[in-house]
């Protein structure tokens, strides 16, 4: 005899993460963005890049705007791609920040380390987001009820 029971849906389950992480990441830009607008010249002299004080301050008006979009958003993908759009571009101003000779080399390279690593986290959070919209493209419905056998008594 078989019975119907309810499936636990492990795309709900990867939704809810995503979504969570997505919220996360909106949080840290918004965080990240006001610092970047308050100590953009002690960031600067930090990094030894006192000349790109007001590209810190655009790069924090840049978190900003991207922290609303994903929190303030129903689908927060398009946001977490501009995230990564900015990783992209932080990434290319450290990076020639490293060419420069008045630089602090090991805080620049400790700063590429630390976006690097965020930029990881937003890939992978853009990859499930992008999951959740297309998800199964097999032309099935999803799967809501499984068929499970019962022993017999």
Do not use: H
């Amino acid at each position: 005899m078989a019975q119907v029971v309810e499936g636990r849906s492990r795309s709900r389950q990867a939704t809810r993460s995503a979504d969570s992480l997505a919220r996360g990441l909106g949080w840290f830009s918004l965080a990240l963005g006001v610092a970047e607008l308050a100590a953009a010249g002690r960031a600067a002299r930090w990094l030894g890049m006192e000349r790109n004080e007001t590209l810190l301050r655009a790069c924090g008006i840049r978190q900003i705007a991207t922290g609303v979009g994903v929190l303030a958003r129903d689908d927060p993908a398009p946001w977490i791609r501009a995230r990564l759009a900015g990783d992209a571009l932080d990434l290319l101003v450290l990076g020639k920040g490293l060419t420069n000779i008045n630089t602090e080399r090991d805080r620049v390279a400790l700063a590429i380390g630390a976006v690097a690593g965020v930029t990881i986290i937003d890939a992978l959070c853009a990859k499930a987001l992008r999951w959740r919209r297309y998800g199964r493209r097999d032309g099935w419905p999803p799967r809501r009820f499984v068929l499970r056998e019962t022993p017999n008594m």
